[in-house]
């Protein structure tokens, strides 16, 4: 991982080490999200991967402004989040968040609202990798007011 874009990486995402991130004595709850790829999108069948894209510098601070803005809402203990780019095979997680908090109600929250946020305000865009060998952008992906990034092959 690139310490100057803490929450992107190429490489297959941990579980495990995000949990271990997140532990706190305190906690009541650990909830772990991990968004996978599936194999249909809006319409689509036969998708065997994903390929995400990022403008980087700007996904890293949004996401961290994201982070310290539920942990201002929200009463949660500790958050990580890590976000995959390149490449992403069928089943394997995109994404995956972490979050300790004193209750579950608190967690799950705080999970549900750093997603919703990061899939509408992050530059991040996926395009869909289909069986036939074809691509196409997915539809939706807007940051920062740009429009639709609809780019197919």
Not at 39 to 58: F, I, N, P, R
Not at 129 to 147: N, Q, V, Y
């Amino acid at each position: 991982m690139d310490p100057a874009f803490p929450f992107l990486t190429h490489t297959p995402l941990d579980a495990a080490a995000l949990r271990a991130e997140v532990a706190d004595a305190a906690a009541g709850a650990i909830l772990l999200f991990e968004g996978t790829v599936r194999d249909h999108s809006e319409g689509l069948t036969g998708v065997v991967a994903l390929e995400y894209e990022a403008q980087a510098s700007m996904a890293a601070k949004i996401i961290a402004a994201i982070l310290a803005e539920t942990r201002a809402e929200i009463p949660v203990r500790k958050l990580a989040v890590r976000h995959r780019l390149g490449r992403v095979e069928l089943g394997e997680p995109t994404i995956i968040i972490a979050v300790s908090a004193g209750h579950r109600d608190e967690a799950y929250r705080a999970s549900r609202a750093i997603i919703d946020r990061i899939k509408r305000e992050a530059p991040i865009w996926k395009r869909e990798i289909l069986r036939d060998g074809t691509s196409a952008w997915s539809r939706g992906c807007i940051a920062h007011g740009e429009e639709e990034r609809n780019f197919a092959n």
